[in-house]
């Protein structure tokens, strides 16, 4: 029991159901969810090529050199002893880019940050539980278990569809506001749950950020 409403753990014994895009999708109802939403400019090309470049080193200091033509491996596709490693560079490079706060950044405007709040919070408890969330200038993550008959991928478009309709009428514009397709990981341990809610907390102040330039909430501020 991670706390009173009982946030749930992925189980290897219990169904999941595995849908894929660009991205593999892994799902249990009831099970806690971490969730990165990014603007369509929060990682431009260069922040990407910046990437690519420190795992390629990466690789080639562990005797895994990669030719400059050919595309990075998968996790999966290295020996086994260094994959942990791999991911927690990749995802350590990935955020680290995020937090550089590239792209316009306009969710840095308090009235926009609260719209996606407002639309995060909405089915709280009903379709879902939700319980922490950061709104970054060009991103958001959340920790939070969907009830049954509701799933992460069919609420995440609900919550894109739905905030970028009222970003795009704010802004007087029209068209794709966020990337189509957030990140989601399904929470392993109490330790990983307790770690994702501290990134989610301090996040915006290790980003450098002032207190008006992101938004916050979890659970205790209901």
């Given amino acids: 029991m991670l706390d009173d409403l009982d946030f749930g753990l992925f189980n290897r014994t219990q169904e999941t159901l595995i849908t894929y895009d660009q991205l593999p999708h892994w799902f249990q109802p009831n099970v806690t969810v971490f969730i990165t939403f990014r603007t369509l400019d929060s990682m431009p090309r260069a922040a990407i090529l910046r990437m690519e470049a420190e795992l390629r080193d990466w690789l080639h200091r562990k005797g895994l050199p990669i030719e400059p033509a050919k595309p990075l491996p998968e996790w999966s596709e290295i020996p086994h002893e260094f994959q942990k490693d791999y991911r927690q560079l990749s995802s350590r490079l990935w955020h680290g880019e995020l937090d550089q706060c590239h792209g ?60 970028a309709t009222k970003i795009n009428r704010f802004l007087n514009r029209k068209g794709h506001f966020w990337m189509s397709e957030p990140f989601d990981h399904l929470v392993r341990s109490p330790e990983q749950f307790q770690y994702l809610r501290w990134y989610i907390q301090n996040n915006g102040p290790r980003a450098g950020l002032n207190v008006c330039e992101y938004r916050y909430w979890n659970r205790s501020m209901l």
């Avoid at 950044?105 to 009235?111: E, F, H, M």
């Fill in 104 to 163: 316009e950044c306009v969710l840095k405007n308090p009235q926009l940050s609260l719209e996606v709040l407002n639309a995060l919070r909405y089915f709280d408890g009903t379709r879902y539980d939700l319980d922490c969330a950061v709104i970054m200038p060009n991103h958001a993550h959340l920790l939070v278990q969907f009830h049954s008959g509701t799933t992460c991928v069919d609420q995440c478009n609900s919550w894109l569809k739905f905030t």
